[in-house]
């Protein structure tokens, strides 16, 4: 089974308490990546991509609005869709 790790919230993540055995170290996330284990998931700005790239295989999928600085339109369509998920979901 394919995991994904969204880079951006990992800072989130790492604040809150884990169990050691759920743990992943950023060279375990790059091995599994490299595996194709893993999707890493770039939600930084495209101007933030362009000065420091994108971590190598990882999709790059902006999660804020750059006019806005709020969580775009589509942010959630467009994350399934890098991770092979369904992506355009059905509203309730």
């Known amino acids: ?11 989130l ?10 743990a992943l170290t950023a060279g375990a996330a790059h091995r599994a990546a490299v595996r194709n ?3 890493i998931v770039d939600i930084r700005l495209p101007s933030e991509w362009a000065e420091t790239g994108l971590p190598e295989g990882a999709e790059g999928v ?7 600085r709020g969580v775009r339109p589509g942010f959630v369509d467009a994350l399934l869709e890098a991770v092979g998920g ?3 979901r059905r509203s309730p």
Do not use: W
Request: aromatic content about 0%; hydrophobic content about 50%.
């Open 37 to 39: 284990e893993l999707t």
């Open 86 to 88: 369904t992506g355009a």
């Open 13 to 22: 993540c790492a604040a809150l308490p884990v169990a050691a055995d759920h």
């Open 1 to 11: 089974m394919r995991g994904t790790i969204v880079a951006g919230l990992i800072l």
């Open 62 to 68: 902006p999660l804020q609005d750059p006019a806005t």
